[in-house]
T-cell receptor, first 107, second 112 residues
Framework: LAKTTQPISMDSYEGQEVNITCSHN???????ITWYQQFPSQGPRFIIQ???TKVTNEVASLFIPADRKSSTLSLPRVSLSDTAVYYC????????FGTGTRLQVFP | DAGVTQSPTHLIKTRGQHVTLRCSPI?????VSWYQQVLGQGPQFIFQ???????GRGNFPDRFSARQFPNYSSELNVNALLLGDSALYLC???????????FGPGTRLTVL
């Protein structure tokens, strides 16, 4: 099963751009890269998914290089409400979660 | 639109008992997955069902079982509860395949 590696924690301030990088060296050809956000005592919430190059939606951008061995989630102008755990996954349907990146946004 | 619903929201059991957790997927979703999340860790995959058939099973003992009904709702059963089964149990539904999974609020199980 594909595994991902990401930083355990990150700190930022309101209004800054936050980039969280994830390593997935063993990603399979048919795997998509998916990011979820989770607040305490809630289920994870889908943020964005991509296969290659760049994907952008209303909340984030996802950058995937040509070799697909890593990806970067970009959150523009974070606010306090973006404080959460962010998970990077590379399995298509049976989601394999790691420990995630705990993002703390300060005022 | 109603999201994924789970019941009960909280549950307290004692060691050795069994428990049944329930999940109703989003209307039109045919795939349901179950996850266990212990405090401080990411969710761990337990089961996935699609069209009432088991599509995948995580590394959990046989005390854990599940099923999916004709209306696509699902039950997770855990027998002979252990203290280590205390966790947040999450259900997620999707259209299937590579589609986005939508998670419910979870059931908080405490085993004493």
């Amino acid at each position: 099963l594909a595994k991902t590696t990401q930083p355990i924690s990150m700190d930022s301030y309101e209004g800054q751009e936050v980039n969280i990088t994830c390593s997935h060296n063993n990603i399979a050809t048919n795997d998509y890269i998916t990011w979820y956000q989770q607040f305490p005592s809630q289920g994870p919430r889908f943020i964005i998914q991509g296969y290659k190059t760049k994907v952008t939606n209303e909340v984030a951008s996802l950058f995937i290089p040509a070799d697909r061995k890593s990806s970067t989630l970009s959150l523009p102008r974070v606010s306090l409400s973006d404080t959460a755990v962010y998970y990077c996954l590379s399995s298509p349907d049976k989601l394999i979660f790691g420990t995630g990146t705990r993002l703390q946004v300060f005022p | 639109d109603a999201g994924v619903t789970q019941s009960p929201t909280h549950l307290i059991k004692t060691r050795g008992q069994h428990v049944t957790l329930r999940c109703s997927p989003i209307s039109g979703h045919k795939s349901v997955s179950w996850y266990q999340q212990v405090l401080g860790q990411g969710p761990q995959f337990i089961f996935q069902y699609y069209e009432k058939e088991e599509r995948g099973r995580g590394n959990f003992p046989d005390r854990f079982s599940a099923r999916q009904f004709p209306n696509y709702s699902s039950e997770l059963n855990v027998n002979a509860l252990l203290l280590g089964d205390s966790a947040l149990y999450l259900c997620a539904s999707s259209l299937g395949g590579y589609n986005e999974q939508f998670f419910g609020p979870g059931t908080r199980l405490t085993v004493l």
